[in-house]
T-cell receptor
């Protein structure tokens, strides 16, 4: 069974500053994916970034990057140069690595990010 | 390309009734999965369909069911509604063209049970 834990229910950051959201997970799978999703008030879940667990290099997507520590089962998200549009709920999620198999994601409880102007 | 479309956006039902929610995936996507989102339990996986076959099911009672049609559109049904079924129901589709194709989510259906 997989579990995902986000220990920060809420975080805030000043516009243009950097913020890091924490996530830890537990899985018995040997290969898996990790994801960060963003959910703004519009309710639509938007994929921010994903990491294949077998890759040691941390994934980056523009201002978003992760710090993946496989041994510690930690997967934090760093947002650089925060913008007002980054304000949202952020969910960490994991999924077993499958080829055309189940798309089942296990989500954490989320972190509400506020960006202050 | 149109995104994932869920209808209706809002729904109010009373206890004991049943409800059907609809999801139209992105054109060409054959995998559709459903999630329930509540403040207390967070996001929980309901089930996943691929080519009209249920591939995986979450830990929900039998009152929750779903199906997928030949055009990949999916419906989920909840019978004998309970107050605890009040939630945001999210549908997601993926193309399955590679390992763990990214999920594309719809805006959800907000179900309120009174």
């Amino acid at each position: 069974a997989q579990t995902v834990t986000q220990s920060q229910p809420e975080m805030s950051v000043q516009e243009a500053e950097t913020v890091t959201l924490s996530c830890t997970y537990d899985t018995s799978e040997s290969d898996y994916y990790l994801f960060w999703y963003k959910q703004p008030p519009s309710r639509q879940m938007i994929l921010v970034i994903r990491q294949e667990a077998y890759k040691q290099q941390n994934a980056t997507e523009n201002r978003f990057s992760v710090n993946f520590q496989k041994a510690a089962k930690s997967f934090s998200l760093k947002i650089s140069d925060s913008q007002l549009g980054d304000a949202a709920m952020y969910f960490c999620a994991s999924s077993p690595l499958t080829q055309g198999g189940s798309e089942k994601l296990v989500f954490g409880k989320g972190t509400k990010l506020t960006v202050n102007p | 390309k149109a995104g994932v479309t869920q209808t209706p956006r809002y729904l109010i039902k009373t206890r004991g009734q049943q409800v059907t929610l609809s999801c139209s995936p992105i054109s060409g996507h054959r995998s559709v999965s459903w999630y329930q989102q509540t403040p207390g339990q967070g996001l929980q996986f309901l089930f996943e369909y691929f080519s009209e076959t249920q591939r995986n099911k979450g830990n929900f009672p039998g009152r929750f069911s779903g199906r997928q049609f030949s055009n990949s559109r999916s419906e989920m049904n909840v019978s004998t509604l309970e107050l605890g079924d009040s939630a945001l129901y999210l549908c997601a589709s993926s193309g399955r063209s590679s390992y763990n194709s990214p999920l594309h989510f719809g805006n959800g259906t907000r179900l309120t049970v009174t």
